[in-house]
């Protein structure tokens, strides 16, 4: 589960080869990989020449392949389920999910977990409760080749579908978020906290691990509602945040006044994929080299992740177990020996704010 990223820093170059070698393997699979001529390609140059950068809009005849029972259209391996996003940026998407996704999701998601517990050797972190702020992984239905499916959101799936988490660790349950409700007003969210909060009193609860802005909403709550802060019911030894960016510098120092000077673990993930997470105390996540294909998109050129050096960025490509060549929708920017930070959304608001931080203040923020 984490020796390999380990390997994977150590040699990135050699990862990614082989990564690419394998993701084109199973790109011939689909019908996506036959019409862009996968059997010509043999290095990161034919890769590139023959499959075009898309994003979830060029997707979409595609997914209404899959949605009609005919998933080998661009998934290289039958449909699992259907997952979607919170849609913090714009409309949520609604994106397939097959089992080696679903098996890479629950992998490099514990990877933060385990490596903190490895690297300061606090094992107490792993027998302990992790509180469950999950999305509901239980909110519409669909119709794929006949049969009628339900989906929900992807961080309430992946969690629901993690059997030593869910069955083990979490509190509250996935199964009992979802009996609650799809909603996700702030009553609906206010239900869930107070199941969360009414599960957890008593227990010992180590650790939290969801989406930044709902652990944080989650400790106000207890604070309007309770009169305390969560740092005073449990003994937290780290909280592991997501889904959004800029978590070390905007949301790590508001955290702590809630659940004390504990760190704060970035995980970098999307419903797409866990890209990255942290690996020491600097602020910065590394690349699951061992996992993912990485490419950035910079006024320069394609280049490979692993050869950006410190202070270059640009837009993130990543080809996975489903999609070859994904423009996730993230600036990424290199901070130097395989660390990076994931500076926002690609926006013009966004890079412009980027421009002018390096403009006034360099590598300082």
């Not at 390997?7 to 990614?16: T, V």
């Not at 590394?286 to 996992?291: A, F, W």
């Not at 990485?294 to 990543?318: N, P, S, Y």
Request: charged share 25%; with cysteine; glycine share 8%.
């Amino acid at each position: 589960m984490i020796s390999s990223w380990y390997d994977s820093l150590k040699n990135a170059h050699d990862f990614q080869d082989r990564i690419l070698t394998d993701l084109t393997k199973e790109y011939a699979k689909t019908a996506y990989g036959k019409d862009h001529h996968v059997s010509e390609v043999d290095d990161v140059t034919g890769f590139r020449a023959n499959f075009p950068i898309i994003n979830y809009e060029k997707l979409r005849p595609y997914l209404a392949e899959v949605s009609a029972g005919n998933y080998d259209a661009i998934l290289p391996e039958p449909l699992l389920c259907w997952v979607m996003t919170r849609g913090s940026t714009g409309p949520a998407k609604v994106l397939p999910a097959t089992r080696t996704h679903i098996e890479q999701i629950l992998a490099c998601g514990s990877r933060g977990l385990i490596n903190y517990a490895l690297r300061r050797r606090d094992f107490s972190l792993l027998a302990g409760r992790i509180l469950n702020l999950n999305f509901p992984s239980n909110v519409h239905t669909t119709t794929i080749g006949g049969r009628t499916v339900s989906y929900g959101y992807s961080s309430g799936t992946y969690a629901r579908l993690n059997p030593t988490l869910n069955e083990i660790s979490l509190l509250p349950k996935q199964e009992e978020i979802d009996a609650l409700g799809p909603g996700i007003s702030k009553k609906d969210w206010e239900k869930r906290f107070e199941l969360a909060y009414q599960k957890a009193t008593g227990e010992n609860v180590t650790a939290v691990m969801g989406v930044t802005p709902v652990i944080l909403a989650f400790a106000k709550y207890i604070g309007r509602k309770h009169g305390k802060k969560p740092k005073e019911l449990w003994n937290f030894r780290a909280l592991f945040c997501t889904s959004v960016r800029k978590i070390q510098f905007r949301y790590a120092p508001v955290l702590r006044k809630y659940f004390g000077e504990v760190p704060v673990v970035e995980i970098y993930s999307a419903t797409e994929g866990v890209f990255a997470q942290q690996l020491d105390d600097l602020p910065y996540v590394t690349p699951n080299y061992d996992k993912y294909f990485f490419e950035v998109e910079t006024g320069h050129g394609t280049r490979m992740l692993h050869e950006l050096e410190r202070g270059e960025w640009g837009r993130l490509i990543v080809s996975s177990c489903m999609f070859p060549r994904y423009d996730i929708g993230d600036i990424i920017e290199a901070a130097g020996k395989n660390y990076f930070r994931v500076v926002g959304r690609q926006s013009t608001l966004t890079l412009l704010e980027h421009r002018l931080y390096r403009l006034f203040f360099g590598w300082s923020i």
